[in-house]
Structure formats: structure tokens, C-alpha cells
């Protein structure tokens, strides 16, 4: 009982968790509320400062982000239940399971600008940041549990003009300017309105007699920060409008890409399978005689079974290939054997090249390397002991980065949520793709919110890397982004269809694509370095 009443808020507590919370939850793509990102975390870091201030208990700000956890990403996120429970009837347990995890990382990070706060009264415009910015690396690189669905920076992928900082130090870059806007907002409310019978800790004790002299530095409080804010959003605007001036873009390739919107109700049937190659094969004909593409994408798990238990599949593949002079990037599922025992291999969700020939293994088939929790593969968790177990964590996972090469230039494939991993783009850039593709089935999602999520994540990849990238989506959004995260001709969600893109491609090898997170390194540094003072000075405090 004692730890559930320790997690029951105050009424302003509450007040504040909802309000952050609901501001969150509406500030991404496709809800038009991308100003909200700049206030939601305005209600927790105000609600954590106080607490720090006036000697409260760390628990106060440890509730603060469990409950905006509860109403920010509960919202967000409601999609995982209504997608999974395509696979498992325990979807609704891995919703359940998701936000409690997300609420153990929300308050462990609340709880450590709290820490900072009461250990070096610095300005939320420094803590803030610091603080959040490491729990975005944290889901980033957090083995079988990394998800890094909302990086503060996804909410302006859709306004390029606003965006084009990604390439500076990639989307926590971005994440650390709205953290840091955030947090200005918050120093100033604090200034306007401090906690009863406190005053500004920066103030000394003989101006505090003086009501003038309050008076002046609360003003000063409020409208410091405000003009920081401006300074900062014209920096980022006028940086993005130089970009978008003066980065020139280069013609690669024409690319193609089948949408045979195939529903997951029928790609689960294994009756169905069989059927798949005869929609794609047509689409990819009537593709190939409109518009001539020099390579063709069909999407993740287009073909998804074994091809050595389809030869039908591989005869059409090879004649499609042959007859159009055209290869074709698919999703299939491959396996490898590593060893004589009958339970010695592994098998991946993969895309495979067939080349302008015909022929079939001339390179080595990608394996995704970032695996969906639980329905890919089980945390922590040997796969082998869910080989038998449908949609239940058998996947192995791949390990390699490395581009097709094709007469026009290297391809580097991002399978489905691969797209939400900066680090996976960034390794390809550097191993000299000259474009990207993102071969995925967002089936599953449904009508929701998530297709549009999932989709704006790869405008981010697309300006971090300054390479342009093609999607072949089984059911959409397929589309082409280029180099400057504007997207064109994307074909609707859950409608047939073909298009081709004409690639281009730049020359710029960005900051982000050279020295990689270095924004993000910094707040971690920081937020680990305050932790480690404080965990210093609390030994010393308690010697005799």
C-alpha cells in the first residue's frame, strides 16, 4: 500500500502530468499541434523545480513523470494494442507492459533533474535538456528494448524549413533545442511566479529587502529567457532556409516501387502466400513499361516465406528481372546455417537482390538488424525457445550495414522501424550509400496515427544523411523524400498502386553523418557527470 500511496499525486501535480501529458501525446505527426512540443514538458520541469527548491522529496518528481508517462505516452501510443492484437490476444498486456517501462525510464529521468536541480540551482534551460535528451539515447541504444518512437525532434520532421538543423548533430539535435525552449519557458514561469514565501535562488539576501529590486529581477527572469527563445528559433529558421537554398541536389536514379496493398489478415494465411507473387508481378510489369525504372522495390516480407521452399517465386522473379533488364530489391524471409545440429541456424526478416540478368545471390541478402520487442524477437531472451511459437521472438538478428551495389550507385535497405534508428542511416551514409530505401508492411498499424509516425521519421534520416530515400510500403505510405525532407508523390494509405521516383542524392557529408550524436553525447555527460556529484557529495554528507 505504501508504495502506491507514494505514487498518488497532489492536485497540482496532476493538473500538471495531464496538461504535459495531453500536449504531448497531440504534438506529433498527423495531429497539426506541433507547437505543443514547446510546452509539454513546461508543466513536470516547473512541478520538478519546485520540489527541488523547497527540499521536497525526490518522490514528488518521480510521480511528475510516471503520471505524464500515463496520459502523454498512454495516448500516443494506443496504437501497439490495436496492432499487436493482430498477432496475440496479449496485445493489450504489451500496451500495458510498454508504458510501465516507459514510466520506470520517465521518472528515473525526472528524478535526475531534480537531483541536478537541488544539487547546482542551475537554470531548467540547462537541466532540462541534459536530462531529457539522455533518455532519448537511452531508447535508442537500449539492446532488445530500444524504441525511440518520440524524440522531441519528430514533431517538426514535417516542416522542413524547421528541421534542417537534423544534419548539425541528427534528430537530438533538434530534441535538445525544444528541451532547452522548454525549459526557458519553465526558468520564466518560475521567475513570474515563485513558490510562496521564496524568492529567485540567484537573488542575493540584500536585494530580497527591497521590493524594487524584486520586482527588477523577476522581470528580468521572465523576459531573459523569452528572448533567448526567439534568438534560438531564428537561428534554427534561418539555418534551415540556408539549407534549403543552397543544398544542391544531384540526379541518381530512377527507382520504382510496388504497393500491392495486400491486407494483414491474408499475409498471416499461409493458404494465401502462394497467391502474392501474381499482383506483384503484374504491378511491377505495368511499372517497368510506364516509366523505365533501373531498379524496382517491393516491400518488406513481400514474398514471406523461404525461396527455396517458393521456386515458383524465384522463376518469376528471375524472368521479371530478365525480361525488363531491370533488378528488383525485395522483403523476403532468408536463413543461414551455422553448424551441423538440427537446431544450428537462424532466420531473418531480409531483402534480397535480383540483379538486371536474372540471377539470385550475387550479393548478400540484408537481415534486419533492429528487431520489433516481442514480435521479432523476445527480449533478452533466447529465440530458440520460440522457434515453434508464430509471431513470438524466432527472429535473428543481422549485424551488417553494408550498401548494394548497382550500376547507378549503393543502396543502402532500412526495413520497416529500422526507419526510427538515426544510427542505422548514419552507418549506411558512411559506408557510401548514395540512397536509401525503407522496404516495409505498416499493414498492421491500421488507420491510426502510427503509419504517419512511423513515416515521418524517415524526412529526419533523409536531412541527417542529405541522401535522398525511397519507400515501398505493402499497404503506404510509399513515396519518395529527398535529400531536404520534402516528400513527393506518396500514395495513399491501403490503395494498389506503382510509382517511380527520380532519386537524387548530394555530395555533403553533414556533420551529424562525420561525428555522429555529439548534442546527445554532451547531455549525457552532463546528466551523468551531476549524478555522480551528487552521489559524491550525499557519501560525504553522511560521514560522521
Known sequence: MGFWRSLRPSGREAAGAVAGGLAFATAFPPIPGVLLIFVCLVPIAVGVARAADSGAPARVAARLGVWFTVVGFGLALYWIAVALSLFTPLAFLAYIGTIIGMSALVALTTTSLFVARRLTRWPLAILLPAAWVSLEILLAYFSDLAFPWFPLGLAVARHPAWAQAADLSGVHGLSVWIAATNGLLADAWLAAKPSPGTAPAAAPAAALAAAGWRQAIRRRGVIVPLVVIVLLAAVVRGYGAWRLHTTVLEPLARIGIVQ?????????????QGRFIVPLAALTRQEEARDHPVLMLWPETALPDFLTHRPDWTDSLRSLARDASTPILFGMLDYTIFGPGPDDWDYFNAAALVDSTGRLGTQPAYHKKYLVPIVERVPFLNPRWFSGVQYFGGFGRGTSARPFNLPFGKVGVLICYESIFPQQSRAYRRNGADVIVNLTNDAWFGQGTAPYQHESHLRLRAIETRVGIVRAANTGISEYIDPLGRSFGALPLFVAGTAAYMAQTTT?????????????????????????????????????
Open 508 to 544: 555533403l557529408r553533414s556533420p551529424y553523418v562525420v561525428i555522429g550524436d555529439w548534442a546527445a553525447i554532451a547531455c549525457v555527460a552532463t546528466t551523468l557527470v551531476l549524478m555522480g556529484l551528487a552521489f559524491v557529495r550525499r557519501r560525504a554528507a553522511a560521514r560522521p
Open 260 to 272: 500491392p496493398n495486400i491486407s494483414e489478415d491474408e499475409k498471416m494465411q499461409r493458404a494465401m
